[in-house]
């Protein structure tokens, strides 16, 4: 089935934060470090949309339109306060870690939506509704930690730990009456009251040597976690406890900075959340209905991660490495269904046979032209490949997806007046469907990338950098080729040039464009979005760092703008 879905999103998002800290040190075996963070947050959304479900021969099974908006604000308050000891022995501390978090949020927002079904007989189905949301959740948390030397070269490290997560979720919902022209009819099937409860508690261990040349670590703990959640009046109170122990390890082999080799291994849970837990069907959209699984399990997950990293500061050559692999075991998936007319109802199980691996090699080194000048190299490879299992109709769909891709990047600085970065790109990606062959899918992307930083006299400074971006193997209309541009002209002053002012336009030809594709669970997804064109910004920075170098200095002068085109 192919299912289409054009639509329009206004969203207008203010957001305000306020961040404290204080880092007091009593005298020299005692300090006290308080940490605050407060949020205020407005969202208004509006989303316009068609849809529609073509069946195999291109036929509609069914189609229609949506209208929904909201309306949300709240706030988020978080508070932490670290203890720390030093005892007269080298090594032996003592410290307590205390956090809280708070936070609220309320909101409206409503829905009309007309579904068309086509089949012997065409059937609507229209949704007109109001709804209101309540939600709150007051958490904290409490670790004591104790390490002690056991030799010139060890050391044990003891920690307990509780924490505590107390939510509610509240919505009402009213349909439309046509006979007062209110929302005054309750949705008693969308009326929701949540309550629920995760607590954690456990205790660790770690032990910890240096070697000459190597050092490790192990260690491990054991947690025990409650979960218990309720939806007023309709189901009975869920309870799930789970006790684990995690183990960790972690060998470094190469004592300086110039080579090191790493290895790290963890053992995690994820717990199933409120929504995938209650028994309660949310059909708030006719054509994709969730419902919860109260039997879920823990998912826990074996992960190793290996770093390697070589510089030589006379050659100026460098190699890294990182290789990523994980396992899960009763991994929480989607189990879904597909009705005669495209319709999805989605629960959740617990599968096993997930893993990833994942990797990335860079190499770098320089040319010599002349005496002193010389053009940088570097050479990046990457890869990783998924194995994820989901449920479809009640059987196991294997979803294969690997991923390729190549980067090349050459730079030369000349003195203090330019510097000049050429660089290309590509990208490779697949995936395999083991009960739907039709969704195979082989896709690129490509680009090329030249950045130019021109540092002119009096302390102007030009900048441009200009990106190719193309992209093939997606489906029709969503494989744009285009080139982004943007430029700056900066000017910094004071006498030690911390401070410039900047004025910078960006996407000078009007091109950039938003493609993405999503290879999920049972399906692929294709999406083009509007993005934000050609804009000019003025800028005033001040670097507080008293050894760092100007806000645009030689080398380090790029970095913003090529976030910005980034976003």
Do not use: C
């Not at 059937?123 to 104790?146: E, H, I, P």
């Not at 070589?310 to 396992?327: C, G, H, K, L, W």
């Amino acid at each position: 089935q192919l299912y289409l879905e054009p639509g329009r999103t206004e969203r207008d998002n203010n957001n305000h934060r306020l961040n404290l800290g204080l880092d007091y040190k009593i005298d020299s075996f005692n300090s006290v470090k308080i940490t605050s963070r407060l949020s205020f947050q407005q969202t208004e959304n509006n989303t316009n949309k068609v849809f529609s479900t073509l069946g195999p021969k291109g036929n509609i099974l069914s189609d229609g339109r949506n209208n929904t908006f909201s309306e949300n604000s709240g706030y988020n308050i978080f508070t932490s306060a670290l203890y720390r000891h030093k005892f007269n022995r080298a090594g032996r501390t003592f410290s307590t870690d205390f956090n809280f978090t708070t936070v609220d949020n309320n909101g409206s927002g409503g829905q009309y939506t007309i579904n068309n079904r086509f089949g012997n007989v065409v059937r609507r189905d229209t949704l007109n509704q109001r709804n209101f949301t309540d939600a709150n959740s007051l958490n904290y948390g409490v670790t004591v930690s104790y390490t002690e030397p056991m030799s010139r070269r060890s050391l044990l490290e003891l920690n307990l730990y509780h924490n505590n997560n107390n939510s509610n979720n509240n919505q009402e919902t009213f349909d439309y009456n046509p006979f007062t022209g209110q929302y005054d009819r309750a949705n008693k099937q969308l009326t929701n009251y949540f309550e629920n409860e995760y607590m954690n508690s456990g205790a660790g261990v770690n032990f910890k040597e240096n070697r000459t040349g190597w050092s490790y670590t192990i260690g491990g703990r054991l947690q025990r976690a409650e979960l218990t959640s309720t939806v007023q009046g309709k189901t009975d109170p869920i309870s799930q406890t789970f006790v684990n122990f995690l183990p960790s390890a972690q060998i470094q082999i190469g004592k300086n900075r110039y080579r090191n080799f790493r290895i790290f291994y963890n053992g995690n849970t994820q717990n199933p959340s409120v929504q995938q837990l209650q028994p309660v069907a949310d059909i708030s959209d006719p054509l994709n209905v969730t419902i919860g699984n109260p039997n879920l399990k823990q998912a826990f997950t074996n992960s190793m991660r290996i770093n390697y990293s070589s510089f030589d500061p006379y050659t100026m050559r460098n190699f890294f490495a990182f290789f990523n692999v994980s396992q899960t075991f009763n991994d929480i998936v989607n189990n879904d269904s597909i009705g005669q007319f495209g319709g999805r109802v989605t629960t959740y199980d617990n599968v096993n046979g997930v893993y990833n691996a994942s990797g990335n090699v860079n190499f770098g080194f320089p040319i010599r032209i002349g005496e002193t000048d010389r053009i940088n190299l570097n050479f990046g490879t990457g890869g990783s490949f998924r194995n994820n299992v989901n449920l479809l109709n009640g059987e196991e769909n294997v979803i294969k997806n690997a991923t390729l891709s190549q980067r090349v990047t050459a730079s030369f600085a000349y003195k203090e007046l330019f510097d000049i970065s050429l660089g290309g790109n590509i990208s490779w990606n697949n995936a395999r469907y083991s009960l739907q062959s039709s969704q195979n899918t082989n896709f690129y992307s490509y680009g090329t990338n030249l950045d130019m930083n021109f540092f002119l006299p009096k302390g102007f400074i030009l900048q441009t950098d200009i990106n190719y971006t193309g992209n093939a193997g997606r489906a029709a209309g969503f494989n744009p080729n285009f080139t982004l541009w943007n430029a700056s002209m900066a000017k910094t002053f004071l006498k030690t040039k911390k401070a410039e002012v900047r004025l910078s336009v960006f996407d000078l030809l009007k091109q950039n464009t938003g493609v993405q594709r999503d290879v999920n669970a049972n399906y692929v997804q294709d999406t083009r979005y509007t993005v934000l064109q050609q804009y000019f910004m003025v800028s005033l920075t001040y670097n507080l760092s008293k050894f760092g170098q100007p806000a645009s200095g030689p080398g380090g002068m790029r970095q913003g703008m090529r976030m910005m085109m980034m976003q």
